[in-house]
């Protein structure tokens, strides 16, 4: 039995995750071309080696950041999003848009 250590729950059963791919930067929906949002969305580097990925626990619904070798598969290391990420992303409306307005009220 695999085991992953979630840095909220402690060690558990791998079946309990979901992988949600690599930990890239975002482009700013709003300001990139759509080939730029294409490849954010469907493009991987899928490298051999250590990958810094995002995991789910499915029963606390908590998304955290894991290193994983590629090449072993083995966990090297989980942590809080938050090591990685601790500033609020804002992004600028579309263009033509004024902030606060395009949703419908």
Same mark, same amino acid.
């Given at each position: 039995?695999? %085991? ?30 759509? =080939?730029? *949002?294409?490849? #954010? ?6 490298? !051999?080696?250590?990958?810094?990925? *995002? ?5 606390? !619904?908590? *998304?955290?950041? =894991? ?7 083995? %966990?090297?290391?989980? #942590?809080? =999003? ?7 992303? !804002? ?6 848009? =004024? ?7």
């Amino acid at each position: 039995m695999k %085991i992953m250590p979630c840095p909220l729950n402690g060690p558990r059963n791998i079946s309990e995750f979901v992988c949600g791919g690599e930990v890239v930067v975002a482009p700013e929906p709003n300001l990139c071309s759509d =080939a730029e *949002w294409a490849d #954010y969305v469907f493009l991987h580097d899928n490298q !051999a080696g250590v990958v810094r990925e *995002w995991w789910f626990h499915v029963p606390t !619904a908590y *998304w955290f950041i =894991a290193e994983r070798d590629s090449r072993s598969d083995e %966990i090297l290391r989980t #942590y809080p =999003a938050s090591e990685l990420f601790n500033k609020r992303q !804002a992004y600028r409306p579309p263009k033509g848009e =004024a902030k606060g307005t395009g949703d419908g009220s």
